[in-house]
């Protein structure tokens, strides 16, 4: 059997009109920490415990991205992401295939949609 070399996670890149204020809304918003801005601007990362997120410059009209987060305690999620002035565009609920679930949409309309069984 072939050894595999470990690997880290995905690490998604979002389509932003502003990668600075985009950072500045994920620290001041949703509370992720500022990892590091290009020189010109054009991309830069946040992080949040394990969870990095990349932002590149795009030109509108580009078509948000949408990521799937599960969220163990997904009451405290929601109301942590409430308080803090999220954009949350559907709230929390049991959807009908099974999932409890709430959507927070960005500045640049990228949605997150987080989770739990």
Same mark, same amino acid.
């Given at each position: 059997? !072939?050894?595999?070399?470990?690997?880290?996670? @995905?690490?998604? =890149?979002? @389509?932003?009109?502003?990668? =600075? !204020?985009?950072?500045?809304?994920?620290?001041?918003?949703?509370?992720?920490?500022?990892?590091?801005?290009? @020189?010109?601007?054009?991309?830069?990362?946040?992080? /949040?415990?394990?969870?990095?997120?990349?932002?590149? /410059? /795009?030109?509108?009209?580009?078509?948000?991205?949408?990521?799937?987060?599960?969220?163990?305690?997904?009451?405290? #999620?929601? =109301?942590?992401?409430?308080?803090?002035?999220? !954009?949350?565009?559907? @709230?929390?609920?049991?959807?009908?295939?099974?999932? /409890?679930?709430? #959507?927070?949409?960005?500045?640049?309309?990228?949605?997150?949609?987080?989770?739990?069984?």
């Amino acid at each position: 059997m !072939k050894m595999l070399t470990t690997i880290g996670p @995905p690490v998604p =890149e979002l @389509p932003v009109v502003d990668v =600075e !204020k985009a950072q500045q809304y994920y620290r001041d918003v949703l509370g992720f920490e500022i990892g590091w801005l290009d @020189p010109g601007k054009g991309i830069g990362a946040v992080s /949040r415990g394990k969870a990095v997120i990349f932002f590149r /410059r /795009r030109q509108e009209p580009f078509e948000p991205a949408i990521h799937w987060i599960f969220a163990a305690d997904i009451d405290a #999620t929601y =109301e942590e992401f409430r308080s803090s002035g999220s !954009k949350i565009v559907e @709230p929390l609920e049991k959807k009908p295939w099974g999932l /409890r679930q709430f #959507t927070v949409e960005d500045l640049d309309g990228n949605r997150f949609y987080f989770h739990c069984d």
